[in-house]
């Protein structure tokens, strides 16, 4: 199992960015495809991005390809999303997973849940 931590949200306009990060415990980390997730109250977690192992593929939801940008650093244990030109409908908790294999856009292809960070876009 690897834990999880999000950190980087917080208060932002509409147009302006963020970067979310993801601590990962252990060693197996860049053994790992990993994913970012978001939800809002009431609302499906839904996918945001994905990338492999080595940090060579990546997969984008439709909502967020061209504005965000997912990365890692293996050497650091560490996952993230730079967030750019956002927009309040990207108002949710965000989450990262690891992957389970194939950069898939489903919640159950994904284990290991960190405790998300707020990420709250005003208009």
């Known amino acids: 199992q690897v834990r999880l931590v999000e950190s980087g949200g917080g208060l932002v306009q509409a147009g302006g960015s963020l970067r979310l990060s993801c601590a990962a415990s252990?060693?197996?980390?860049?053994?790992?495809?990993m994913g970012w997730f978001r939800q809002n109250p009431g609302k499906e977690r839904e996918f945001v991005a994905a990338?492999?192992?080595?940090?060579?593929?990546?997969n984008y939801a439709d909502s967020v390809k061209g504005r965000f940008t997912i990365s890692r650093d293996n050497a650091k244990n560490t996952l993230y999303l730079q967030m750019n030109s956002l927009k309040p409908e990207d108002t949710a908790v965000y989450y990262c997973?690891?992957?389970?294999?194939?950069?898939?856009?489903?919640?159950?292809?994904?284990?290991?849940w960190g405790q998300g960070t707020q990420v709250t876009v005003s208009s």
């Open positions: 997973a690891v992957g389970m294999g194939g950069l898939s856009r489903s919640r159950s292809a994904y284990r290991d």
């Open positions: 990338i492999n192992w080595y940090g060579g593929s990546t």
């Open positions: 252990g060693r197996t980390f860049s053994s790992y495809d």
